[in-house]
Structure formats: C-alpha cells, structure tokens
C-alpha cells in the first residue's frame, strides 16, 4: 500500500454539543444521510462530533483543505454492517483527489474513537489498483 495523505484531527465535544443546537450549522456539515442516522443515535454528541472529525481529516489527507469548491457535506460518514467506519465522497471529491496525484483509483481508511470530551478522527488515503 502506498501512502500519498493521511490526516487527523480532535475535536472537543462540549464544542460540537453547543453547535449542533443550530440547524444551520447541522445542515451545512452533515449529509441528510448523516442526519436521519442521528435520530437513532442515543449519544448525539459524540456521533456528530466524531463525524465533524472524520472530515476535518480527510480534507487534511488530501492536502487541501476545504478549498477547490469542497463542503463538508460532501463527505459523508458511514458504517458497514459490522459498524466500521468509512467514508463516501462524490464526484467532485473523486476528481480533484485523482488529478492531485495523477491516480484513478485510491483507498480511504478511517479510523474513529471518542471518550466523555474528545473524539478523534484518523485517515490514510492510499493509492488503489482497481
């Protein structure tokens, strides 16, 4: 496997609790997947929290930020039918990621944890046969 990013990032959740009693902001981070997925969440906090994480590394991973037109929205967070975490990206993503490294396949791998204040997201973005 070869590396071309890798990013991660913390977050404190009381940060996350005071801002997802906004709707504005719940609408311009999450996907309405990532919203419909919280009604059955008991612990909200850390389910957006870790999330919010999660993207914050990903944009990290590929060495740009939230720049060249790309929302937080566009990342989207899910999990497998064992629970593991990974992440979707739209075409848009896809492009930019592939035309930075001259790729036309890559890997995300995502590693999530979270305790009572923090939750941390970690994202290796690898270069893919397929």
């Not at 990013?7 to 311009?28: A, C, H, M, P, Q």
């Not at 996907?31 to 993207?55: D, G, P, Q």
């Not at 592939?98 to 944890?113: E, M």
């Amino acid at each position: 496997m070869e590396v071309i990013g890798n990013g991660v990032d913390i977050v404190e959740n009381s940060r996350i609790k005071k801002l997802i009693k906004n709707t504005k902001f719940i609408k311009r981070i999450y996907s309405t997947h990532e919203i419909k997925k919280s009604k059955y969440i008991k612990n909200k906090v850390n389910f957006f929290a870790k999330r919010f994480a999660a993207k914050e590394a990903f944009v990290k991973s590929i060495g740009s930020g939230f720049r060249s037109g790309i929302n937080f929205s566009d990342i989207i967070i899910l999990n497998n039918k064992l629970g593991k975490p990974y992440i979707r990206v739209n075409n848009k993503i896809k492009s930019i990621i592939c035309k930075k490294n001259k790729l036309k396949n890559f890997k995300v791998f995502l590693s999530l944890s979270d305790e009572v204040k923090h939750s941390i997201a970690y994202v290796i973005l690898s270069r893919s046969k397929k």
